[in-house]
């Protein structure tokens, strides 16, 4: 069975800091990999995938992840956060070709002043 | 485009009562589905639909009835509530079927359900 898991329920860091956000996976078959994020009162939003190619997956705000394969991890990370990335995010599988999404728990991020 | 929309936003039952989680995509997606949010659990699949008549159940299905009669709307019952159903409900769409594993999933606001 698949699973994902996300290290800290919580992070807190101030803004312009640094943040690294961890997501493993495990999965006998092959997956595609997503960040989601959930703004306060809001549904999710897809923040970026990684489905083939470069290892390395870009948002339009800052975001980056990357995936590597022999540590079955897909960590999230941005340079300098603002106090407007403060969400929860969600680390998503889906395994073997089906449209299935298998979350983490979950990383609630604060940043603040 | 309204993207995913889902009423009410907030409800309150009492054990035993029904309701209807009501959920609605003007984006002609194929592929809709329902999951529950509970803390430090992430999202969990409830019931999914391919299309128009075809739902299948998901990784938590019980308790939880869906019908899909139209490609539009995807509405999730509970028919006898229980506390163990007090959770936040989202569902979800997405262009392509069962095997379109690479597609994004665009999430409606949610629903957030209280069972006394």
């Known amino acids: 069975a698949q699973s994902v898991t996300q290290l800290g329920s919580h992070v807190s860091v101030s803004e312009g800091a640094l943040v690294l956000l961890r997501c493993n996976y495990s999965s006998s078959v092959s997956v595609y990999l997503f960040w989601y994020v959930q703004y306060p009162n809001q549904g999710l939003q897809l923040l970026l995938k990684?489905?083939?190619?470069?290892?390395l997956v870009e948002s339009i705000n800052g975001f980056e992840a990357e995936f590597n394969k022999s540590q079955t991890s897909f960590h999230l990370r941005k340079p300098s956060v603002h106090i407007s990335d403060t969400a929860e995010y969600f680390c998503?599988?889906?395994?073997?070709?089906?449209?299935?999404?298998?979350f983490g728990a979950g990383t609630r991020l604060a940043v603040h002043p | 485009n309204a993207g995913v929309t889902q009423t009410p936003k907030f409800q309150v039952l009492k054990t035993g009562q029904s309701m209807t989680l009501q959920c609605a995509q003007d984006?002609?997606?194929?592929?809709m589905s329902w999951y529950r949010q509970d803390p430090g659990m992430g999202l969990r699949l409830i019931h999914y639909?391919?299309?128009?008549?075809?739902?299948d159940q998901g990784e938590v299905p019980n308790g939880y009835n869906v019908s899909r009669s139209t490609t539009e709307d995807f509405p999730l019952r509970l028919l006898s509530a229980a506390p163990s159903q007090t959770s936040v409900y989202f569902c979800?769409?997405?262009?392509?079927?069962?095997?379109?594993?690479?597609?994004?999933?665009?999430f409606g606001p949610g629903t957030r359900l209280t069972v006394l």
């Open positions: 979800a769409s997405s262009t392509g079927g069962w095997y379109s594993s690479t597609d994004t999933q665009y």
């Open positions: 990684y489905l083939s190619g470069s290892t």
């Open positions: 639909s391919v299309g128009a008549g075809i739902t």
């Open positions: 998503a599988v889906t395994p073997g070709g089906y449209n299935k999404l298998i």
């Open positions: 984006m002609n997606h194929e592929y």
